[in-house]
Each structure stands twice: as structure tokens, then as C-alpha cells.
């Protein structure tokens, strides 16, 4: 089948051909992603030998799916030098903090990805915080970031306070002196690098001297720190070209920047600011309800449908529940409504904001969290077999792995990207075996009984596949909780999987299901309608991101309280609204 040629909008073609930098806010469905292809095209066609285009972005869910797009297209060579595909953070790494090593040391740089969770305990029996509660330069505690791990400072004395201060910055200094460094103190040192004059000008002209334009795409991800070093890419004179729609910034807890967004586009001359419209993905209702998810102050009306489904009608869909919890009804609901309007289960994902709300609606096993080694093990069989994804699929083998290397002993004191790191391992060197005893471990009711005869089982089998030789059994290591009841399930092969919000960022799906919960609906719809309170402006956003990754069909489990409203509210942008008490 031929593809349907590419007629840009107005819109779309100024920003296609906008030579140097610029600023553009691009709506949900907008067509984002064709205009950095065909932007690519355009470069692509008139780059001399030897330079590039540097691609970044936040996620690597987003970074995949524009690196997909581009193969496809045959626009990014193979090798990808001297072009670079790649996250944000890989590319401050890269090229702002490993080739020049660390300050006054002689060991090279590695970057360990679970630093910030690293644990902070001052003394025995104190509560733990992740290090990334504490300021990577100064070491002073982030008293927000505390107080959601249950760390109130105004709570707590000043010496107290002081204990865990200094145990962080001694944790860093110790990490430093191995060349350890997470994400948080690679940025504080690639700043501190361009804030060094002579150092940043000899940066930016090998940058310039290899890219000719640096595209950071989803920059609503970004958090104030990657704001600075962006304005240091462009202001070099390289250009760079900042795509977002700061309605989706939805990164709150790493620092999000809406309101800084809104200021660093008025850094931008006039005509290097861009507005993209227009929906090529979703259908009209679906566009007016995904309007009705913005502030009040920049809600505007809806964007236009203009894409394959501009003539769809169907209305959006409230499942109202009871109770107070997330009940599995949901995902039945949504599986028949799927069914009669003949799109696969595969396709259409139960959206939520944790996965524990996700798994619930969808009747999937439940997530804990739990440090006890016999649950983490289900956890991760469970979450391999129910991924919606390869992204979710890779988490769960991570996470196997990672137990897997405890049960043998190896880790030690060590965190799990720190060994990996220290010990030079490949990914492809173990994949495949985490992968043979993930389906060994599938829960099977015919085949186990029930958790204890799974239990059984998973013993045998990792006793057998496993290297233990620190004198403890297998028995030992995997104890049996009760917990373990609630974690298994047999995954069927049409079933709906759920998936996070932030894990959806960029895809979009021809069915949706929306959860929201008793806990925030009713705050969330207070700040719609008045703007406050305030501290539900991020929840908004992420309703937002959630229902404008839908085509054909948007539905919303909302609690029995506040289905009411929510129509009501959906209404008022002009979208066509159906109830469902389930």
C-alpha cells in the first residue's frame, strides 16, 4: 500500500523551513513527529560531509519511537555518526561530562542510573531517604522531595536534619572518588563546565563544528538545570530548535517547567516562536474533551480534527464505579466496549497514573513494592508477562536480573547499576537466560495450584538455574510470604494491559481507557473549573496527556461522586458525553 503523500499545514511548513532557532508549542496530534522528519529530510539533503543532526528528547519510550520513524523513512544512516538519537541526559554525558573526566581525578567517569535512589541513612534504624532528596552541589536537603518520601524538616531538629545532610554529600564524596555518577551530579558538572568560559567555547565550536542544528523534542519533560543548558546550546550560536506543548509537562517530581516554558519562549524573537495546531489524530469529540483538560487560563477552545478520523463519531464514554477503590469491572467494561467496536485488546491500554491503580482496573496482579525477595520475584514475573510493551517488558527484566544477582550473592554493598557498571556487563549477555526462566516462572493455575504450588516451583527452578554458593539455600533466600497470594495471575493471551501516563508520553492508541480515583478526580475538576487548588494543576496535566493519546475512542472510569460533573464539564467544551454505571 502506498503511502498518503505528506501536504503540510501553513503552520507546519513554517516550521519545516525555519533556518536557525526556535521555540515551538505544538499541541497534542499536531503532527509533530512528521514535521521532525521532514525537517531532518530538508537538512539531510544540504549536510556536508562529516556533520549531523543531533535528535534529543526525555524518554526513551520518545526517543525509540522517532528513531523508528526516521529508519523508516530511510533518513538516519547506519551508523547514526556522525548524527546522535539519543536522551537528553545521554547526550550531556557524552559530550559535556566523559570526555573530560572529573575534576582533579584520574578515574574515568562511569554513569551509575540508580544513584539517586541510593539510600541515605544517617544512623541505624533511621528512616531512609533516596540521595535524590538532597541538592547535588551543596548537599541540603530538598524539604518538598523529603516531605513526599515522609520527612517533614519542619518537624524534624536541626541536627537531625544536619546527620542526613552529611551522610549524602559523604555517599557523593565517596561515589566521586570512584568515578560514580548518577544523572542529578553529571548535569551539576556538565554546568559547571559551560559556566567555564574558556571551556564552553571550545565545547560549542566541536558541537557546531559536528551538528548543524540540535532538535530537543518533548523540552516540557525538561527539568530547570536542562532549561540552562539549552539556552547555553542555542545562545552559542548553535541552532537548536525547542518542540513542546507545556501543557503536557507532567515531570513535576524532577523539577518540571511549565511556567519557566512560557518564559524561555519569550526569549525567542518573535518570528522564531511557532504555534502548532490542529489534531491529526484524534476525532472531534475526543478533541474537545482533551480541551477540556487544560488550565482555564490557556484552555482556549478546541483544537480542529483534521486527521483520518475527523468524521468519527463517537461519544466519549464515562464508566461510573462505586466505592471507593479501583475495581476490575473496569477492564471487563472496557474489553466489551472494544469488542463492539471491533479494535483489538492489544491496541487499547488501560491508562493510569501508578501502575498499582492500572493493575487494578485491569485485573492484573497487584503491585507492592515490597523489598521481601520472594514477592519482588512474582512482582517481576507478573510484570513481565502482563507488559503492555518491550519498554515494560525490559523493566521487568531488569528487575529479575537485579534479584537474580542478589540471590547469588553478587551485589554486595553495591547497587545494581553500580555492579553492572563496575563489572563491564553487557545486557546481551543475559538477557536471554532472564528471559528462558521469566517463562519457566509464568504462573500457571493447571500447572501450580495456587501460590504455594507456584512457590514450590520457582525454588526448583531458580535452585537449578541459579549459582549460589554462600552456604545459604535457595529455601532461605526465597522464604514463603502470604503476600504472595495477590501477586499471581495467569496472564491471558486478549487481555488489556494497563500502563503508566508517563509511560504513554508520544504514542497514541486507537482506543483509551482513562482511570482516575476517588482520592483526585474531585480536586482535579475543582481546578479545572477554577484554577485552584493549585497543586492539582500537574494531575490535569496528566489527564490531559492521558485522553489526547486516543484516535477513535476515549473512555473514563471516574468514581460514581464525580461522574456527574465530569460530563457536565466535558460538555461545556462541546463534546458528545455517554454515562456507564458499572
Known amino acids: 500500500m502506498t503511502p498518503k503523500p505528506f501536504t503540510p499545514t501553513e503552520e507546519q511548513r513554517a516550521v519545516i523551513g525555519l533556518d536557525g532557532s526556535a521555540f515551538v508549542d505544538a499541541c497534542p496530534g499536531a503532527g509533530k513527529t512528521r514535521i521532525l522528519i521532514e525537517r531532518a529530510r530538508k537538512l539531510f539533503g544540504a549536510l556536508g560531509h562529516g556533520r549531523g543532526i543531533a535528535f534529543l528528547s526525555f524518554t526513551h519510550a520518545a526517543v525509540f519511537e522517532l528513531e523508528t520513524r526516521l529508519s523508516q523513512e530511510r533518513l538516519l544512516p547506519a551508523p547514526v555518526f556522525p548524527n546522535f538519537i539519543g536522551t537528553f541526559d545521554s547526550f550531556v554525558w557524552q559530550f559535556l561530562v566523559a570526555p573530560f573526566g572529573l575534576p582533579g581525578a584520574t578515574v574515568r567517569p562511569r554513569l551509575i542510573a540508580d544513584m539517586a535512589g541510593l539510600s541515605v541513612e544517617p544512623f541505624d534504624g533511621a528512616q531512609s531517604l533516596p540521595l535524590s532528596c538532597f541538592c547535588p552541589e551543596t548537599g541540603a ?130 518570528e522564531q516562536r511557532k504555534k502548532v495546531s490542529g489534531n491529526f489524530r484524534s476525532s472531534p469529540d475526543i478533541c474537545k474533551a482533551v480541551s477540556g483538560f487544560r488550565p482555564i487560563a490557556v484552555r482556549g477552545d478546541s483544537d480542529q480534527a483534521l486527521g483520518a478520523h475527523k468524521e468519527h463519531a463517537a461519544p466519549v464514554e464515562i464508566l461510573a464505579y ?179 501516563i508517563h509511560s504513554v508520553k508520544g504514542m497514541q492508541f486507537p482506543a483509551v481507557c482513562v482511570v482516575t480515583t476517588s482520592r483526585t478526580l474531585g480536586g482535579i475538576l475543582d481546578f479545572l473549573l477554577t484554577g485552584e487548588p493549585a497543586e492539582q494543576a500537574e494531575n490535569a496535566r496528566k489527564l490531559y496527556v492521558a485522553a489526547s493519546r486516543a484516535e477513535k475512542l476515549l473512555v473514563i472510569a471516574a468514581p460514581r461522586s464525580q461522574a456527574t460533573r465530569l460530563k457536565a464539564h466535558l460538555e461545556e467544551q462541546g463534546a458528545l458525553v455517554n454515562v456507564r454505571e458499572i
Open 141 to 270: 536537603i530538598y524539604p518538598a522531595e523529603a516531605k513526599s518520601k515522609g520527612f517533614d524538616v519542619t518537624q524534624k531538629s536541626d541536627h537531625q536534619v544536619q546527620a542526613y545532610q552529611t551522610t549524602a554529600r559523604r555517599i557523593r564524596e565517596n561515589l566521586l572518588a570512584r568515578g560514580h555518577l548518577g544523572f542529578d551530579e553529571a548535569r551539576s558538572l556538565a554546568l559547571q563546565r559551560i559556566s567555564n568560559a574558556e571551556a564552553a567555547q571550545r565545547i560549542a565550536l566541536a558541537l557546531k563544528g559536528r551538528f548543524c542544528e540540535v532538535i530537543v523534542d518533548e523540552a516540557q519533560d525538561c527539568n530547570p538545570d536542562d532549561l540552562r543548558i539549552i539556552t547555553w546550546l542555542r545562545d552559542s550560536g548553535l541552532p537548536t530548535k525547542v518542540v513542546c506543548d507545556p501543557n503536557q509537562a507532567i515531570y513535576e517530581f524532577r523539577g518540571g517547567v511549565t511556567d519557566h516554558l512560557y518564559s524561555f519562549a519569550e526569549t525567542f524573537p518573535a
Open 322 to 500: 462505586g466505592g471507593t477503590s479501583v475495581p476490575p469491572l473496569i477492564g471487563e467494561t472496557f474489553s466489551a466496549i472494544l469488542r463492539d467496536a471491533h479494535i483489538h485488546p492489544s491496541s487499547a491500554p488501560i491508562v493510569a497514573s501508578t501502575k498499582a491503580s492500572g493493575a487494578a482496573a485491569s485485573g492484573q496482579p497487584k503491585v507492592t513494592g515490597s523489598a521481601h525477595r520472594t514477592l519482588r520475584l512474582a512482582e517481576a514475573v507478573s510484570e513481565f508477562h502482563f507488559a503492555a510493551g518491550y519498554i515494560e517488558m525490559r523493566k521487568a527484566m531488569d528487575s529479575a536480573h537485579e534479584l537474580f544477582l542478589s540471590l547469588e550473592g553478587k551485589l554486595g554493598g553495591a547497587s545494581y547499576h553500580q555492579y553492572v557498571a563496575d563489572n563491564g556487563i553487557d545486557p546481551v549477555s543475559w538477557r536471554s537466560q532472564v528471559i528462558a526462566v521469566m517463562r519457566m516462572l509464568r504462573f500457571s493455575p493447571d500447572v501450580h495450584g495456587d501460590a504455594r504450588g507456584w512457590h514450590r516451583a520457582a525454588k526448583e527452578v531458580l535452585g537449578r538455574e541459579l549459582c549460589i554458593d554462600d552456604g545459604q539455600s535457595i529455601s532461605q533466600k526465597l522464604s514463603w510470604n502470604a503476600g504472595l497470594e495477590g501477586l499471581l495471575a495467569d496472564a491471558p493471551a486478549d487481555t488489556v494491559f494497563a500502563r503508566t
